[in-house]
């Protein structure tokens, strides 16, 4: 997501705290967290080349999330849509499955207002999938 955050430059303060709660659901420290997005834009080393996952499932959650971190400042920057867009195509999920997400995501009020992440969601059923299978 950093990548993603820095495409257009500027870091709006809640792509921070898209970033900083991303950093919490995956155990990275605090510390860690914020050293990275206060480095961000000054950082030559970060690696442009978009992530390629295991799961398509988890390049789904990547992509909706970027979807809803992109627009955090109510603006789709062309270089962001782009970086999705590598992103998919780096999954093999197509442009039609992308560009239907990004207008569900603009015609659906709610999921405009929404702060939940959908690797919170995620991570929520990984949890009580656990905890079901602890108990059994």
Known sequence: MVI???????????????FLRIGQI??????FCQETIHNLLKNPYIDEKPPVFSNI???????KDGIKI????KNLHQKKYNWLQK????NHISD????GQLHDFLNDPQKKKSKTLE??????????ISKSKQEK
Not at 26 to 31: K, P, T
Not at 96 to 99: D, V
């Open 4 to 18: 993603l955050i820095k495409r257009d430059l500027t870091i709006s303060p809640k792509e921070k705290d898209f």
């Open 26 to 31: 995956l155990q990275f420290s605090a510390d």
């Open 57 to 63: 499932n988890m390049a789904k959650i990547f992509l």
């Open 70 to 73: 992109a627009f955090a400042d």
């Open 87 to 90: 992103v998919a195509r780096a």
């Open 96 to 99: 039609e499955w992308l560009f």
């Open 119 to 128: 690797i919170e969601k995620y991570y929520q059923k990984y949890q009580e």
